[in-house]
């Protein structure tokens, strides 16, 4: 499948959830004004993606992504929030859809690099690549989603 379609089905997802980005885009203003802690960096960064999803005009150069892959993604991503949020498809159809964004058209990491300040987990960028020091501990943990993540062991 073409990186536009991918974008394009991202974006019909996410319309389905109207009300709920809007709830979260309110979280964000709200916690601008706390302290920022583990929850927070996620929330912002995942809306961030959010909002670029929204506002994208276009993916030029169009490129291929592996339908397989993302199909195997999706699985896992759904695996994993029926163990740690079930019953929330609101949250399910969100954080899948920022995740495939993020891993197949943006290619960044699934955790914001900002997570270093928090202590649980070091994300650098070194030009255009993003290191993890996390991955090589959890890249082989079936329900971990480090396996798709862009991101190389630090």
Known sequence: MKASELLEYIRSELSVISDYTSEIGKMVQR???EKPDLPA???????S???EICDHDGIYPDFEID?????????????YLDTYAPGDED?????????LY?????????????LTETGQIEIIQKGR?????EKSRYVHDSSALCRYCVCRPL
């Not at 960096?41 to 809306?47: E, P």
């Not at 993020?102 to 900002?114: E, S, V, Y």
């Open 31 to 33: 916690g601008r004004e």
């Open 41 to 47: 960096y996620l929330r912002d960064y995942n809306y």
């Open 49 to 51: 993606a959010f909002k």
């Open 67 to 79: 339908s397989s892959l993302t199909g195997k993604f999706t699985g896992a991503v759904n695996r």
């Open 91 to 99: 949250l399910k159809v969100y954080v899948l859809n920022i995740s």
């Open 102 to 114: 993020l891993t197949f058209i943006a290619k960044r990491p699934l955790h914001p690099p900002a």
């Open 129 to 133: 690549y993003y290191y993890c020091s």
